[in-house]
Antibody, heavy 119, light 114 residues
């Protein structure tokens, strides 16, 4: 069974940093591109970042570019999101999501981890 | 960015009746070289992550009941639930992946029981 488990969320002040993790199991993690998608409270879904299976290709949304950094460790079956210079508008549940054959749709999602940016 | 607009924002349907949700993209998501529409549908229940229902506009994900169907091409798409069940109460999102990996989602449609 495919499992994605996020961790690392919490309350942080504006300007602060957090590092999210996503532990993957039940599939060959190194074969799949991965994404972070976020959802502000009561709002819709917003794609945040993409990383290819080998980490050779990385993309960010304009809203986080220059502040967030995605990475992965295939040996540890883990995906990460380093979030710096956090803003109030970054408050959201952050999901890691598996990309199907790098097509761009997501067949498995974690349960999410809540990041709250507030003073 | 390819903007996706869903209609309606909310919908109330009686049990056993048909539910129809529309999704429109600002530009075509049909890739001419393979004749595939890069459009997916997700279901999200309260407190849960999104669940993939439909991809390539009309291909049902494994395990998804056949009362769920997707149709459309180019810029206009529809998710249809042929006979609404109580467990279908959720928010439904469309997603384009034509501009992958910079994918975008519709704003969501909240489906309730009338």
């Amino acid at each position: 069974e495919v499992q994605l488990v996020e961790s690392g969320g919490g309350l942080v002040q504006p300007g602060g940093s957090l590092r999210l993790s996503c532990a993957a199991s039940g599939f060959t993690f190194s074969s799949y591109s991965m994404n972070w998608v976020r959802q502000a409270p009561g709002k819709g879904l917003e794609w945040v970042s993409y990383i290819s299976s080998s980490s050779s290709t990385i993309y960010y949304s304009d809203s986080v570019k220059g502040r967030f950094s995605i990475s992965r460790d295939n040996a540890k079956n883990s995906l990460y999101l380093q979030m710096n210079s956090l803003r109030v508008e970054d408050t959201a549940v952050y999901y890691c999501a598996r990309d199907v054959a790098a097509a761009g749709y997501f067949d498995n999602w974690g349960q999410g981890t809540l990041v709250t940016v507030s003073s | 960015d390819i903007v996706m607009t869903q209609s309606p924002d909310s919908l109330a349907v009686s049990l056993g009746e048909r539910a129809t949700i529309n999704c429109k993209s600002i530009q075509s998501v049909l890739y001419s070289s393979n004749n595939k529409n890069y459009l997916a549908w997700y279901q999200q229940k309260p407190g849960q992550p999104p669940k993939l229902l439909i991809y390539w506009a009309s291909t049902r994900e494994s395990g998804v009941p056949d009362r769920f169907s997707g149709s459309g091409s180019g810029t206009d798409f529809t998710l249809t639930i042929s006979s609404l069940q109580a467990e279908d109460v959720a928010v439904y999102f469309c997603q384009q992946y034509f501009s992958t990996p910079r994918v975008t989602f519709g704003q969501g449609t909240k489906l309730e029981i009338k």
